[in-house]
């Protein structure tokens, strides 16, 4: 039996576990320097003058560098990862991303914008140097929340974005949808908010840069999830330099979910600092400069109708979403609410046709970008609540509801309207089998027995959907002379156990054992060009990719064997990691013939022209075809009424990722992705004060990230309904389990409120909202 | 952080002399407040003095009708003790519930009290048992103590040196707690002695309070029935991101209620 | 001007002396001046536990420490608990139920673990979950940690 799709133990766990991790803030280099932020207090203002000198002869500072200074060195800024020519306003206008300088100059827009960046011996010196400048601010008015910014006279972000519109973009015909609406027997209406919230990887964001000044080379550590978007970015768009004189190497990361995609402003400082004051700088941020200076995730408002028939089935489907971007379209910022989940807005359902509206908000409040599942949750969020409460006021039951609309899997590959081309999946079955799983049936005497207890439980359950892959990255698989497999990626792993994984797929496809496999992954000259993990696409991306680079290998090998074997290539057949001599007891291992390809004596001389890297081979998946990892999720809770504390009693989900590599490292993939969803639904609040955009919850003190004590274990299992658009018939799994949680958890909360005359449910279910919530229904109900 | 000089005295007497010396001086006791408050520069003390040398002021000793725990006694050594969950089993769950278990293992009853931090658990239950507190100089009672918001009746320069607590003859502590930093957002500490009924709420007001309405209740009928009717007013309590004042005044009437309930369990 | 201050204590059973800022805190002092930095900083609110060593054999938070508080302790981190090579049960239940992801919190989820442990042979899921109170995970929801903990405190109790 192979290695793929077993549960092999990881195999970086060792290093891990021993404390032996190498992150950033790990890296020691000689004479290193610190580097810190002066940030904004304000979140917006003009900033009149910043004085350095009384703090640049501050005890162990050695510089300070202003936005003034880097405007006139030449260094470009910071900017959205789409052209302005694919994502416009649906007037065919482009849309305004502002113009973001590594360190402003004239306005600060946000609490905890950079303003300075002090480099000294220590943090603490370069914290007490900072406390020195003097920056003049005149404070103006500010808006943080996407009312206020749409608030008619609202203060603009940027004058060139009349009333804070930053994005005006639509998908689907308006017409044909306003159409089916007039057909409708039933229409549900649902205004729904999707709360803002901070990504909070447990390795805050930092950077440590060196430049040498006798080669002209920069060297950047990050903390992020692929270096090569990195340093395309800092090469091109800001120092301005040929790439080869950056090298970005990504070691060890502390989780990323989709915050560590972009670039940052302190990444490129570092390595300009290190240039100015001839020594590595070290940057490290701290928690609470990460709530003010990290990109946040979602905030956004939605209202949504969906037309059904009288037999339930959806006719149309029209959404209207204002999200809040921050003050900057910085990174996949502007796609995130309108391309990303474009193909997802319909889920799982045959929804004939869709009108998506999407405007994107100004306001001064850190840029929102990329936060696990990018959009796909928020598209899920708003069917799946909208479906929920059309099955109440219809009267259908939850899965009815859904087995009335689902895309058969008969029906597949299936071209929905919205574009998307669904290749495989099976709704139907795991909705089923989710149903038993999570014991649906069972639900009454539950409930029953609970409300002996003074508590109401409820039973939420969502159907997901997403779509992932693209973005081609290159895979190189080399033989070492000491016989080491080395397997070079342009996929990045912060936490998904690559390293165990892909080694699977080398070490079953070559028959190498597996502890000789080396990966190369997050180094922009080592490994090869790829645009890093995110998006649920690094399987699709590398895994296809190995297989293409062990076939040519394989290849080359058998052309090389049968030369050291003295046969005809197609008398050579490849099994169990040798090449072998049809009919005969000959073979050679593949290591021995990578290594003779490698050495070349024993080879004709034309071969070993040909062969001049050996058996060393790439392969780049780039066929079209995405993936559809789907699943039913089930929340099962109890609410006390007293307190207004919500409990997630049992939480059960039922996945479709294709072939599943390795089954326990994809369960923790759905648990980590379901505890986020959960965290958002219930915990996560990330607040601007109205009227001033100051942070609210600026720390852990008072952003409640979710803790051992308040989740449930979780019941996973898998149907492998194989993709058939790529090699391994993986669907990706990196977001799914927060694309599915929130609406399960929405509607449970929901369900358990119903009986209350509770009809309105916002993320968070915090007790305060929750039991806000029941006195509002209370009172209703006694007039 | 800023810059401090450290010293570790090995006498009170010593401590205090460090003190009077250094008006811009703060004790360390456990540090759980304290190291966070000056690692985000929002203090700035020229000294600290670290009780930490003194290990006559930690220690638990139960004996003529009180539970006496000295000022550097850890939580954890309080929630595990033998004898004060035997004797006071309300004050070990109150200690049980304070922060994290790594908190418990550094926090102190001197610090947490000397702090007088709104939403801290130690004030409810010294108030609601009518403890005394013991410094260097004197002997406060409770309903004295606290004054303020991290405001004590302690004078420049005086350190607590005990608690000491009735030992009642039923008591209960309850607390719903702010679901990020784990204090309290209302905590109730309730209390029957041969002298009446004593309830404390922490965390829902700018300090520590009793609840008269509530004590008369229950000195009549000791039940959790008896309070149902007795609401808290509003107005004088906190509202921040986790609660409303409204919130809060019915939290303390479902943890007085709670505290009740686990007292009669006791 | 600041007098340093000398501390003496023994770090996974090394004696350790060295003059230090007063306001160093013991975290800075492992990782910057021993080089062991397997105890990692996630918060500065004492909230996130990735700091976690122990002190006479009790867990608790380097960074809400000073470095100076440790004098005349016994100080073990992640590095002392096991190697590579010889894992403590508790590491190597981390690994087997795929405990940890991005590796981040894991030293400090460990040794707050192992603290446990120590006083609970049989935990229950539900006793897990209230220790790791102070120990906050972003990528694993909890889920395999709780079970790891649990397969670890029955290692502990066998070996």
Known sequence: MGLMSQPIRRTEDGRFITGRGRYVDDVKMEGAAIGYALRSPYAHAKIMSIDVEAAKSAPGVIGIITGAELEAAGIGHLGAAFPASFLKNRDGTPRVDGDRALLTVDYVRYVGEPVAFVVAESLNAAKDAAEQILVDYEELPAVGLIDEALDPGAPLVWPQAPGNIALDWAQGDEAATDAAFDRAAHVTRIDLVNNRVVVNSMEPRGAFGTYDKVTGQYELYATSQGSHPIADTIAKRILRIPPERLRVITPDVGGGFGLKMSTFAEYPLVLIASEKFGMPVKWMSERTEAFQSDSHGRDLKSHAEMAFDAGGRILGYRIKTDFNLGAYGLGFGPGIQSVVPMFVVGGVYKVPVVYNHVRAVFTNTVPVEAYRGAGRPEAAYIIERIMDLAAREMGLSQDEIRLRNFIQSHEMPFRSYVGAVIDSGDFQRNLHDCLRQADWAGFPARRAEAEKRGKLRGRGLAYYIEKTAGGASAVVISFTPAGRVEVGVGTSAHGQGHETTFAAIVADKLGVPFDSIDLIQGDSIRAPWGGGTGGSRSLWNSGNGILKAADAVIDKGREVAAALMDTAQDAITFEEGAFRVHGTNQFLPLLEVAEAARAGSKLPPELKARLEKGLDSSGTHEEKGDTFPNGCHICELEIDPDTGKVSVISYDVVDDFGFVLNPLIVAGQVHGGVAQGIGQALLENCLYEPGTAQLLSGSFMDYTMPRADDLPSFGFTYNEILCTTNPLGIKGCGEAGTVGAAPAVMNAVLDALWDKGVREVDMPMTALRVWETLQRAAAKAAV | ?266 | MIDTVTVMFSVNGNDVSAAVEPRTLLVTFLREHLGLTGTHIGCDTSQCGACVVHLDGRSVKSCTMLAVQADGQAVTTIEGLGTPEKLHPMQAAFNENHGLQCGFCTPGMIMSAVDFAQGNPSPTPHEVREWLEGNICRCTGYHNIVASVEAGARAMAKA
């Open chain 2, 1 to 266: 952080m800023y810059a401090f000089d450290y010293h570790k005295p090995r006498s009170l007497a010593e401590a205090t002399a460090l003190l009077n010396a250094n008006p811009e001086a703060r004790l360390l006791a456990g540090g759980m407040t304290l190291i966070p408050t000056l690692k985000q520069r929002l203090a700035s003390p020229s000294d600290l003095v670290d009780l930490g040398g003194l290990p006559d002021l930690a220690g638990i000793f139960v004996g003529d009708g009180e539970v006496r725990i000295g000022a550097m006694t850890t939580h954890a050594t309080v929630a595990h003790s033998a004898e004060v969950r035997a004797a006071l089993p309300a004050l070990a769950a109150l200690a049980e519930g304070i922060g994290d278990p790594q908190v418990r293992h550094r926090g102190t009853i001197g610090g947490s009290i000397s702090n007088a931090d709104p939403a801290a658990d130690y004030p409810a239950g010294v108030v609601g048992l009518g403890a005394t507190v013991v410094t260097d100089r004197r002997e406060i009672a409770a309903d004295n103590f606290f004054t303020g918001m991290f405001e004590t009746a302690l004078e420049p320069g005086e350190i607590v040196r005990q608690v000491r607590f009735p030992i009642p003859e039923a008591a209960g502590y309850a607390k719903f707690p702010n679901p990020a930093s784990r204090y309290a957002v209302a905590g109730v500490f309730v209390a029957r002695a041969a002298g009446g009924v004593r309830v404390a709420v922490t965390g829902a007001g700018p300090s520590v309070f009793r609840v008269p309405e509530m004590e008369a209740a229950l000195t009549a009928s000791f039940t959790p029935e008896a309070i149902a009717s007795v609401l808290v007013d509003a107005d004088d309590l906190n509202t921040d991101l986790h609660a409303t004042a409204a919130y809060r005044a019915h939290l303390v009437g479902v943890m007085a209620a709670r505290a009740v309930t686990s007292a009669l369990e006791s």
